[in-house]
């Protein structure tokens, strides 16, 4: 099946921290995702990027869908200690019905 | 709008026992996922559902199995329960979309 190679596994930094993490893949994806998870629950859903190159920003979040669509990236600006979870990307292959393939995620830490 | 409920929150299992991981959503979403995640792992594609009466198999659907009677409803049934099968369960749905997955709060299974 796809592969999604997430990075880095896990951060540790401080209040105020700017944090940067990214998706890569072997195959091309149409649509990325970006999810974050609370310890016991259920993923929710950040940003979502249907385009090669597209910048989208939700508050102090940013995702960038890859020119290659085979990446994407998330930045965190001013980290603040709720940003606390761990982060799950997410590629689909098609723009109509077809599955997730996710990665396996950042886990980050925020010292008050 | 209560969203993706799942029931039970924590289960125990002895080996051999079956049981059924209840998923609900109010949403009116045609599509609807099962996923497992272990630790460490991001989440992996158990059984989907495309509308009421259509499942398929995602990536892991060995142990598993699932039916969809109606919009709201899409059980999962574990009928011979494996250590191999502890994990956290999470039901997912959404509208036409993919990028519109919205997940239950999970299952969390131990089998001993």
């Known amino acids: 099946g796809q592969q999604l190679n997430q990075s880095p596994q896990s951060m540790f930094i401080q209040e105020g921290e700017d944090v940067s993490m990214n998706c890569t893949s072997s195959?091309?994806?149409?649509?990325w995702l970006w999810y974050k998870q609370d310890p016991g629950e259920g993923p929710v859903l950040l940003i979502a990027?249907?385009?090669?190159?597209e910048l989208t920003s939700n508050g102090r979040l940013t995702a960038q869908f890859g020119i290659t669509r085979k990446d994407s990236f998330l930045n965190i600006s001013a980290s603040i200690p709720s940003d606390v979870g761990i982060y799950f990307c997410?590629?689909?292959?098609?723009?109509?019905?077809?599955?997730?393939?996710f990665g396996k995620g950042t886990m980050l830490l925020v010292s008050p | 709008n209560a969203g993706v409920t799942q029931t039970p929150k924590f289960r125990i299992l002895k080996i051999g026992q079956s049981m059924t991981l209840q998923c609900t959503q109010d949403m009116n979403h045609n599509y609807m996922y099962w996923y497992r995640q272990d630790p460490g792992m991001g989440l992996k594609l158990i059984y989907y559902?495309?509308?009421?009466?259509?499942?398929d198999k995602g990536e892991v659907p060995n142990g598993y199995n699932v039916s969809r009677s109606t919009t709201e409803d899409f059980p999962l049934r574990l009928e011979l329960a494996a250590p191999s099968q502890t994990s956290v369960y999470f039901c997912a749905s959404a509208s036409g979309r993919a990028e519109t997955q919205y997940f239950g709060p999970g299952t969390r299974l131990l089998v001993l």
């Open positions: 990027l249907y385009k090669a190159g």
């Open positions: 997410a590629g689909q292959l098609d723009s109509g019905y077809s599955t997730l393939t």
């Open positions: 559902s495309v509308g009421a009466g259509i499942t």
């Open positions: 195959s091309i994806f149409n649509t």
